[in-house]
Nanobody
Framework: QVQLVESGGGLVQPGGSLRLSCATSGSSFSSYTMRWYRQAPGKQRELVASINSGGTINYADSVKGRFTISRDNARRMVYLEMSSLKSEDTAVYYC???????WGKGTLVTVSS
């Protein structure tokens, strides 16, 4: 069973930056698409970014130009670099591997002055 563990969340001021990490277990990590989702209070979970096995990347319009998703297949890690953070980026951020339907428990990002 694949396990995903997110880290790196915290409190940051508007305009600041954070780097989220997702550690994964299981084999064949490099073969799978990985995604970051987020869920703000009172809102539905939304897809933020995805990266497939070939390195093709997609972003939600709301984060384009500010967030960067990347992966390290050797370490079985996926990252989300977030910059120019806004209050509306406040949410719990989740790592997801669609092929195994695995989800992490999430890491909270709070953007506030």
């Amino acid at each position: 069973q694949v396990q995903l563990v997110e880290s790196g969340g915290g409190l940051v001021q508007p305009g600041g930056s954070l780097r989220l990490s997702c550690a994964t277990s299981g084999s064949s990590f490099s073969s799978y698409t990985m995604r970051w989702y987020r869920q703000a209070p009172g809102k539905q979970r939304e897809l933020v970014a995805s990266i497939n096995s070939g390195g093709t990347i997609n972003y939600a319009d709301s984060v384009k130009g500010r967030f960067t998703i990347s992966r390290d297949n050797a370490r079985r890690m996926v990252y989300l670099e977030m910059s120019s953070l806004k209050s509306e980026d406040t949410a719990v951020y989740y790592c997801n591997q669609p092929a195994s339907a695995a989800w992490g428990k999430g890491t909270l990002v709070t953007v506030s002055s």
